[in-house]
């Protein structure tokens, strides 16, 4: 079932500020973990992934924390853009190629 | 060159028709997928296929049935369509290995049933 949720459903942020989407996942036993944005009208796109040996996963402006302990994930965007606004979704596998979505959180980045 | 493309972008029918979409990706994948979005925008999975095989069926309605010719292909044809069927349906595809599960997504289907 649906086991993935999101703490809010709407963030607003200033251009250049950091933006941190938060995600809870109920699933101990998930062991890949993924961000991705979804664009309005167009379907959502990879951005960031972490397996549960990791902690913390960096990349270009984003960056991937996973908490174990608390079944927690988030996603930070470094100098949030406009182009950044968009719906943000994780992921968890805990089951062959099983993937369950969280509700999504959509980012609004004020000029 | 789309990677995993879906048609039609757009359908628009009456209850109790019947309508297919298509999927088609060429990443060389050997795992499909079809997701249902509702309105809320929540995403969840329906089927799976590997290599052709049913792997996931996630306790869909038998008036959907996939089907897929090859592992480049994954057909969704609804039966007697009902108002509820109303959403969008993405497409995904990814490698069936480890550390390779990552999933890439169509454009979706808008399905809007009247």
């Known amino acids: 079932g649906e086991s993935v949720g999101l703490h809010l459903p709407t963030l607003s942020v200033q251009e250049g500020d950091n933006s941190i989407i938060n995600c809870a996942y109920s699933n101990s036993a998930s062991d890949y973990f993924i961000w991705y944005k979804q664009e309005s009208g167009k379907g959502p796109q990879f951005i960031i992934d972490?397996?549960?040996?990791?902690d913390k996963r960096q990349g270009q402006r984003v960056t991937v924390l996973l908490n174990k302990t608390v079944k927690h994930l988030s996603l930070q965007i470094a100098a949030t853009q406009p182009g950044d606004s968009a719906v943000y979704f994780c992921a968890e596998k805990y089951n062959f190629n099983k993937f369950y979505f969280g509700s999504g959180t959509k980012l609004n980045v004020k000029p | 060159d789309t990677a995993v493309s879906q048609t039609p972008k757009y359908l628009v029918t009456q209850m109790g028709n019947d309508k297919s979409i298509k999927c088609e990706q060429n990443l060389g994948h050997d795992t499909m997928y079809w997701y249902k979005q509702d309105s809320k925008k929540f995403l969840k999975i329906m089927f799976s296929y590997n290599n052709k095989e049913l792997i996931i069926n996630e306790t869909v309605p038998n008036r959907f049935s996939p089907k897929s010719p090859d592992k480049a292909h994954l057909n969704l044809h609804i039966n007697s369509l009902e108002l509820g069927d109303s959403a969008v349906y993405f497409c995904?595809?990814?490698?069936?290995?480890?550390?390779?599960?990552?999933?890439?997504f169509g454009p979706g289907t808008r399905l809007l049933v009247l």
């Open positions: 972490i397996r549960s040996n990791m």
């Open positions: 995904a595809s990814s490698y069936n290995g480890a550390n390779q599960e990552t999933q890439y």
